[in-house]
């Protein structure tokens, strides 16, 4: 197994270029309103000058079903990542991927995290306790989710090794660990980023 890599909040195109040629998997790009927030029609430039087989994603919160398709087709993107519980709440299937956040429960109780993401109709989960603040949580309880899920919060070089040993997740996402300041990405800290998720693949999977 290959721990995926997901890194968001990417505002240039020369930052997505160069997470692309480490070898990361997926790229966000946050619409809600943050440091990190950018236009369809600067991430349209971006994904269009991207290599094929790269996921993109438009990170939504608050915008509704309807306004997140809109945002996604403008942009060119191939995921939403709802950083709600907008699809949950409207009662609706999404028709295009999508990536649902999860919040971690006050109990830390992974059976009520199971069981969320065993209702949900996303082709992917996201258990992210702070909604892009970049607070942690006990990464044990993400472990042996029904479907695939990436972990997030608080996540650095130094400690996603750690992170994957303790969750073994479908994925890793990270947008503040690996900056030099809001939007803008430090490549020496997405290598190292990497680097950490690739030694611990080889640890636990050989």
Known sequence: M??????????????????????????GFVFAESPRQVSPTA????????????????????????RALELAKESAVSMIQFHDETPVEEGCAVPYPWIQRHAVPDSGDAELLRAS??????????????????????????????????IAGGLTP????????????FGVDVSGGVESS????????????????????GELYG
């Open 2 to 27: 290959r721990t995926r890599i997901k890194i968001c909040g990417l505002t240039r195109q020369s930052d997505a270029h160069d997470a692309v040629a480490l070898g990361v998997d997926a790229l």
């Open 158 to 169: 130094l400690n996603v090794g750690d992170a994957i040993r303790a969750a073994q997740p």
């Open 117 to 150: 993401i065993g209702r949900s109709r996303a082709r992917a989960h996201l258990i992210d306790p702070g909604a892009g603040d970049g607070v942690s949580f006990d990464w044990s309880i993400a472990r042996d989710m029904p479907s695939p899920t990436f």
């Open 182 to 201: 809001a939007g803008l990405k430090d490549l020496t800290k997405m290598s190292a980023f990497v680097d950490r998720v690739r030694r611990a693949d």
């Open 43 to 66: 991430v349209r430039r971006i994904v269009e000058s991207l290599p094929p087989f790269v996921t993109t994603v438009a990170v939504v919160r608050g915008i509704g079903t309807d």
